[in-house]
């Protein structure tokens, strides 16, 4: 490459989207560009395509927004009139053009009217390519119900680090400041939400299907997900050779069809253990003899010579027992095979349900201040993102027999002590469930927790653990006797 194709490839970066840089892109050989360089173009290209996408989002607008008078023939018109406020049809039009749903229309056009109307900033960043349609619409979608000032408040804070952040992080940081703006708009929107839940089921077009809960109450989706992930990484350590997508499919379908609901977990893994796994047809064998089923028992004949497995038991004694959960079998199944054995026959009717387990917990990430109620600060469920406080607040209360770490920082949020509590706010472990796996972050700024400790009253049935807190990181403290940091359960 010469100098002067080097110093227009270094101005790229620089050139705002437009007809110059069509210009320019158009007459680029990619396939004679060191790759560095065509990152560059790539980059160009995504900021040009932004612009023509929030250029097609104008035109959204003002067709939603035209009330047009025609004089007779309709490609002239008497008089141009706007609306205010588009109507409750205007994406029709927009549907008919493009050959979009009408519900896709609504969407795409009821986020370029709030991002022209609220954000315009976002807007702006759209149409100069500094951010793309995902990440204009996510301002548009977590913002929402908030006021205007509040929005574009929030807006004008997040905006310029937009570009660098995934939509995930980007979501993420636009709630967050949302809760702290408004601690109560949240809440709120959640609880609106979750009214609104439902189960659906779509059809591929290769015929498989897709089951899935929308608008769930989050705690009770996370115990869920839990519940599922626990059984099959056990069931992958007992030797199921499948993935652990697969396993995890097998069991959330297990529960909804019935097929589980008489079984306790040791039957499920048998079942898991010993599910047939049909070979799926391939050109060279489109009729496929599919893996068969243990439950089918081989039929009698005579005993191949040679010695036995094992002595035979005693008369009368009993036959050895199921395997310890979550032990790997002595000798794994081959990679692809399953091990020989029954699968377990449901219960009859009317016998006695096995007796409830220990429900898998999660990890949640809080401030004492937000569980004392002195303030409504966000939570955060570590790969899940935050939570408004007064679930926050649902979420410790039933992971106390869960572990709890606790981190002491100072006034500017670094970091001074930390370790594990083993006391509990007063009556917590009377109601709580029998949760395991569960852990629980707590951080408190040093000097909330030298002020609690100075006046337990304030701490109300939060005594307990700031006094163990208070000792633990005060070791000359007398005070938190009746919990010693060698404690073996929550107390």
């Not at 010469?2 to 680029?28: I, K, Y």
């Not at 406020?85 to 986020?111: C, K, N, Q, V, Y």
């Not at 979608?141 to 004008?156: F, G, M, R």
């Not at 989050?218 to 007992?238: G, P, S, V, W």
């Amino acid at each position: 490459m010469d100098d002067r194709g080097q110093a227009l490839l270094a101005g790229l970066a620089d050139m705002p989207p437009g007809p110059e840089l069509v210009s320019v892109l158009a007459g680029l050989d990619k396939s004679r560009l060191p790759v560095l360089a065509v990152m560059e173009v790539m980059r160009a290209e995504r900021r040009l395509a932004s612009h023509f996408l929030a250029a097609s989002m104008d035109s959204m607008v003002e067709i939603g927004t035209r009330a047009d008078v025609p004089e007779g023939d309709p490609e002239h018109i008497e008089r141009i009139e706007r609306l205010a406020m588009p109507g409750e049809f205007a994406s029709d039009e927009i549907a008919a053009a493009l050959t979009l749903t009408r519900r896709t229309a609504d969407a795409e056009f009821w986020t370029a009217w709030d991002l022209h109307e609220r954000l315009p900033d976002v807007m702006a960043a759209f149409r100069l390519g500094a951010i793309d349609w995902p990440r204009a619409r996510i301002f548009s979608e977590v913002l929402t119900e908030l006021s205007d000032a509040q929005a574009v408040l929030i807006a004008t804070r997040v905006l310029p680090k937009a570009p660098t952040m995934t939509t995930g992080q980007l979501a993420a940081r636009l709630k967050r400041e949302a809760m702290a703006i408004d601690p109560e708009w949240y809440a709120r929107r959640y609880r609106e939400r979750v009214k609104e839940r439902r189960v659906i089921k779509t059809v591929n077009g290769d015929g498989s299907a897709n089951l899935g809960g929308y608008d769930l109450p989050f705690d009770e989706a996370c115990q869920a997900m839990a519940n599922i992930d626990t059984l099959a990484e056990r069931a992958k350590h007992a030797g199921d050779p499948r993935p652990l997508d697969t396993i995890r499919a097998d069991i959330f379908t297990g529960y909804l069809t019935g097929t589980y609901q008489h079984l306790n977990d040791e039957d499920i893994l048998t079942d898991l253990l010993h599910r047939p796994d049909p070979t799926p047809p391939t050109p060279d064998n489109p009729h496929p003899t599919p893996t068969p089923s243990p439950a089918t028992p081989s039929p009698p004949g005579p005993r191949a010579p040679g010695p036995r497995s094992q002595e035979p038991r005693p008369p009368g004694s009993r036959p050895p027992g199921p395997r310890a959960p979550g032990l790997r079998p002595p000798e794994p199944p081959a990679p692809g095979t399953r091990p020989p054995g029954p699968r377990p026959e449901p219960r009859a009717p009317g016998a006695r349900l096995p007796g409830p387990r220990p429900r898998p917990g999660y990890e949640i990430r809080v401030k004492v201040s937000t569980l004392l109620g002195l303030d409504e600060h966000p939570a955060e469920v570590p790969g899940t993102g935050p939570v408004h406080a007064e679930l926050a607040r649902k979420i410790v209360a039933d992971q106390t027999r869960g572990q709890w770490r606790y981190a002491i920082t100072d006034d500017a949020g670094r970091l001074l002590d930390e370790g594990i509590t083993r006391a509990r706010p007063t009556g917590a472990l009377r109601d709580a469930a029998n949760t395991t796996g569960a852990i629980v972050e707590l951080a408190i700024p040093e000097r909330l927790l030298t002020h609690l400790a100075a006046h337990p009253d304030r701490a109300g049935t939060w005594t307990p653990v700031i006094t163990d807190l208070h000792r633990q990181t005060h070791p000359h403290s007398t005070e938190g006797a009746r919990h010693p940091a060698d404690a073996r359960h929550p107390a």
